[in-house]
Nanobody
Framework: QVQLVESGGGLVQPGGSLRLSCAAS????????MSWYRQAPGKERELVAT???????NYADSVKGRFTISRDSAKNTVYLQMNSLKPEDTAVYYC?????????WGQGTQVTVSS
């Protein structure tokens, strides 16, 4: 079955850290660009970070220096390490796999940053 399954979301205080995981199955994980998006209430979904199949990374300006995207090809898993979290990072985070015109989305995981 072709799917992406996110995990690792939760409630964290400002300044805290979380690591999101996205487990891929049913497709050739290493040949896809993997990304994390997020969508806050009342806002459009936005790109947070991308890791290309060649290993290049790109980040939204709002998370540069705080978030790190990485992958473990042996586990078919991509991660998003989030440090120094802020209330404005609160959103549902989605994993995305893309190759040419094909893309796949996960179901999302909620991240809430609040004291």
């Amino acid at each position: 079955q072709v799917q992406l399954v996110e995990s690792g979301g939760g409630l964290v205080q400002p300044g805290g850290s979380l690591r999101l995981s996205c487990a891929a199955s049913g497709f050739t994980f290493s040949s896809y660009a993997m990304s994390w998006y997020r969508q806050a209430p009342g806002k459009e979904r936005e790109l947070v970070a991308t890791l290309t199949s060649a290993g290049s990374t790109n980040y939204a300006d709002s998370v540069k220096g705080r978030f790190t995207i990485s992958r473990d090809s042996a586990k078919n898993t991509v991660y998003l390490q989030m440090n120094s979290l802020k209330p404005e990072d609160t959103a549902v985070y989605y994993c995305n796999a893309r190759r040419a015109s094909s893309q796949l989305w996960g179901q999302g995981t909620q991240v809430t940053v609040s004291s």
